[in-house]
């Protein structure tokens, strides 16, 4: 479980893909020191195992289910990334429920800037776009973000400044893909309506204006 609250920026030393997959490794600034062989880590998003521990280098194995549904493929040695290291009992949370299943690959379509902040678009599936709601949670490579806008294809999100110089999403320009997970409550509340169970539906919702999407 992780909140998407990106604890620190790593840098892939090693990204090789190979027939069962791929294997990754990355140097952190405290992540790896503080962590135990098994333990898991958000890297952009993706929830993986560490598999082995080198000093302030961790490696993971990525199987080929999870470069067919992420962006983690594409991933080059030098590259930035955002890392969070599961949930420990008892600390603050800050983001939201965060499982590390990446549900979709979306598309920066929008970036430009209001004051100090950015405003970031993103195109996504439908299938993606039906489990958001406006001021609803989203995790964008990671980031637990605030939904602004939605429409058919794609959504909004604000980033402040402070986002901005502890995440890697800044640097992210127009036509980069990015990971997508869907906030977990909300994926679980569509699915219960979906199957009209007591007799409310999301079509009911809509038709009474709960809904706008």
């Known amino acids: 479980m ?8 790593g840098t892939v030393v090693q990204a ?16 790896a020191e503080s962590s135990n062989v098994g333990d898991s880590v958000a890297v952009n998003g993706a929830c993986l195992t560490m598999t082995r521990l080198d000093g302030k280098v961790f490696h993971a194995d ?45 598309i920066v379509n929008e970036k430009r800037r209001e004051g100090d902040s950015i405003v970031m678009g993103f195109s996504a599936p439908s299938e993606f776009i039906k489990y958001l709601v406006p001021k609803g949670s989203v995790a964008v490579d990671g980031l637990s973000l605030t939904v602004t806008d939605i429409s ?13 110089d502890v995440t890697t999403l800044g640097a992210r320009g127009i036509g980069d893909r990015v990971n997508l997970e869907a906030d977990m409550i909300g994926k679980h509340v569509y699915q219960y309506l979906s199957k009209g169970r007591d007799g409310v539906t999301v079509d009911l919702l809509r038709r009474t204006g709960f809904v706008e999407h």
């Open 62 to 106: 990525v199987m080929r289910e999870t470069l067919s549904k992420t962006t983690l493929g594409g991933l080059r040695p030098g590259e930035k990334v955002n890392l969070e290291l599961a949930l420990a009992a008892g600390e603050r949370f800050g983001g939201h429920f965060v499982l590390g299943h990446v549900d979709d690959v979306g």
């Open 2 to 9: 992780f909140t998407g609250i990106v604890r620190e920026i």
């Open 152 to 164: 058919e294809s794609g959504f909004r999100v604000g980033l402040i400044p402070h986002t901005l």
């Open 16 to 31: 090789v893909v190979a027939a069962e997959g791929m294997r990754l490794a990355v140097e952190t600034v405290t992540a």
